[in-house]
């Protein structure tokens, strides 16, 4: 076969070669005469062509184009591939948590100039803005130098609880300066208690953090929990047709019973952060329900409040139950990771207008 191959392509370029050449080869093809007068073709000798070495054409032996190892004794350099990437760190704080704690340590940073400018100029208002405005960036800051300051960064959970402790203990100082006011001797008392109750909510949030290490869910149903407590005393309050500091003091009791409650809660429901946000979707649908059976039930005129703040509650409570069954956890395997949550809007065309809603993968 491999002889025939060279044939064919050397006829090929014979037969495709210059007129002249054609000519003189075809001419001396047939001058050979044989004894007796007859002429022959002649042509090329394949007998020159060596043959192909031993196993050509075989499968090559193993280890055939690897790099032979070095000589023992010799200078091997340094490896030039780049070296895989070092795995995530599981224990790591989320995007979302230090997010959250920049905007939460900013505010306090706002509250404390705004505490210290009323301590110390007497609320002047030369300094009423600048201070405040400073140390809200100061707080920014403070919250990158501990991040920073830590060994790969925060863990896990103690941005989040940071985050929760400064926020139900700016809630409680702001419900309790509202239910005890009259008792407040002060503006620099008011503005003190404010202060000093948003920072032990932060410290204690650190500690817990620090101890606990508790999940971005877990924090913020913590933090949820005491806000529908309190929202929904509020309404109790509102029915019962309690006014001014009694009306507040109620929505204070709620607020720390839900804390309580979503303290207890929070290890066994277990939700996501994302989940957790629903939860709040389903109040706020439960309410407007409410509100409109409402106002369907009784002119604008003749809406009562107390009949309102039970219709409207009765809508939450349902709107809040009802959103708890559909995103709690089932099967027993725990809620999806945090980074599992997605959110697609999307936008369906009818006839005469359109559907706009939300995909939520949770």
């Known amino acids: ?26 001419a001396g093809a047939l001058t050979a005469p044989e004894p007796g007068g007859a002429t022959t073709e002649t042509g090329p000798d394949w007998t020159d062509i060596p043959p192909p070495p031993p196993g050509y054409g075989s499968t090559p032996p193993p280890g055939y184009g690897t790099a032979m190892p070095p000589p023992p004794g010799a200078i091997v350099p340094p490896h030039a591939e780049t070296p895989p990437p070092a795995p995530a760190d599981p224990d790591k704080r989320s995007v979302s948590e230090m997010v959250e ?178 939860l709040h979707a389903g109040i706020g649908g439960g309410a407007l329900a409410g509100f409109m059976i409402a106002a369907a039930m009784a002119s604008p005129d003749d809406l009562e409040d107390d009949t309102t703040a039970v219709v409207v509650g009765v809508g939450s409570a349902l709107g809040l139950a009802g959103m708890f069954l559909l995103v709690r956890p089932r099967g027993g395997a725990g809620p999806s990771a945090e980074s599992s949550t997605a959110w697609s809007p999307y936008v369906s065309p009818v006839d005469g207008g359109g559907i706009v809603g939300v995909h939520a993968a949770l």
């Open 101 to 278: 704690l920049y905007v939460t340590g900013s505010m306090y940073g706002l509250l404390t100039g705004g505490w210290f400018a009323t301590l110390a100029f007497d609320g002047a208002e030369a300094v009423n803005g600048t201070i405040p405005m400073l140390a809200g960036a100061g707080g920014a800051l403070a919250v990158f130098g501990a991040d920073s300051a830590q060994d790969g960064g925060f863990r896990t959970g103690v941005p989040a609880s940071i985050s929760m402790g400064l926020t139900v203990g700016a809630l409680e100082g702001l419900v309790g300066l509202a239910a005890f006011e009259r008792d407040m001797e002060s503006e620099e008392s008011a503005v003190t208690l404010v202060w000093g109750l948003t920072t032990v909510g932060g410290a204690g949030g650190a500690l817990l953090g620090s101890w606990l290490r508790p999940s971005i869910g877990d924090t913020r149903l913590v933090a949820s929990a005491g806000v529908w407590g309190a929202y929904f005393a509020g309404l109790a309050a509102l029915a019962a047709g309690t006014e001014g500091q009694d009306a507040w003091r109620w929505v204070l009791a709620g607020l720390n019973a839900g804390l309580v409650l979503g303290m207890v809660a929070a290890p066994v429901v277990d939700l996501t952060g994302g989940r957790v946000m629903l």
């Open 1 to 26: 076969m491999v002889r025939l191959s060279w044939a064919l392509v050397f006829a090929s370029i014979v037969s495709f070669g210059a007129p002249e050449a054609r000519a003189q080869e075809g």
